[in-house]
């Protein structure tokens, strides 16, 4: 499978996740969303770009508890509980954020 | 495992995962993390344990760049986050292969009950204390 971007095609697996993280940009980052019908707010990337850091930190793409407790700590309680990051990201914030992050699918993630 | 699996039998069962290998050889030590985070996700309990070449695992500033392999040294760093918070190294192994504790990573874990002070997770332990570590775990897994 494949994702268009301004003329430019991009590798993804059958789930839409990119298959090399360094085609990640931006713009690739909205295309994907609004193929799921979601317009990314400041609110969705703060939670993308946390994710970014995590997996330039760890190599891993953390797990929805694991993601939802360091929201908490970062942005605080109001942003780090299941509901907030589910009416964001309602396919499950750590599998669909991690989509538009251009990383793989959450380590403990089935 | 779901929460209701572990409370009708009782207790949280707990799962000491063994890594024996040197990590980037084989794909045993990346898998048995993974497996370990996967287990720690479903709120396992799960403790860790490095012994023989494994302790190479938990060794400080890994490189994997000339070998074109992802170096998911890093990745043991997030142990912690999924609320691992006891990994034992043995004793002997590290002193056979020339490294003491300062070789390793400072892994740490946050404390939620004590205002997320962090505490180390490294835990030196000779082979006799292992085996009884081993004898007491619920479930002993093998990478």
Known sequence: MAIEVNGQSFETDEEGYLANLSDWNLELAGAMAKEDGCDLTDNHWEVVNFLREYYDEYQIAPAVRVLTKAIGKRLGKEKGNSKYLYELFPYGPAKQACKYAGLPKPTGCV | ?143
Not at chain 2, 31 to 59: C, P, R, S, T
Request: charged share 25%.
């Open chain 2, 1 to 143: 495992m779901s929460e209701e699996a572990n409370q009708s039998s009782g207790q949280v069962k707990q799962f000491l995962y063994v890594n024996r290998r040197a990590p980037h050889g084989s794909n045993y030590a990346q898998e048995g993390l993974e497996v370990a985070l996967i287990g720690a996700a479903f709120e396992q309990d799960v403790v860790m344990a490095y012994v023989d070449d494994g302790v190479f695992q938990l060794k400080s500033q890994q490189d994997t760049s000339d070998i074109g392999t992802k170096n998911f040294g890093a990745t043991y760093g997030a142990l912690g986050d999924y609320d691992v918070q006891t990994i034992y190294v043995e004793k002997e192994s590290l002193e056979m292969r020339g490294l003491t504790e300062d070789d390793l990573m400072p892994l740490v874990y946050e404390d939620e009950d004590d205002d997320w002070e962090e505490k180390p997770m490294i835990n030196i332990v000779s082979a006799c204390q292992l085996a009884e570590i081993i004898d007491q775990s619920d479930v002993v897994l093998n990478f």
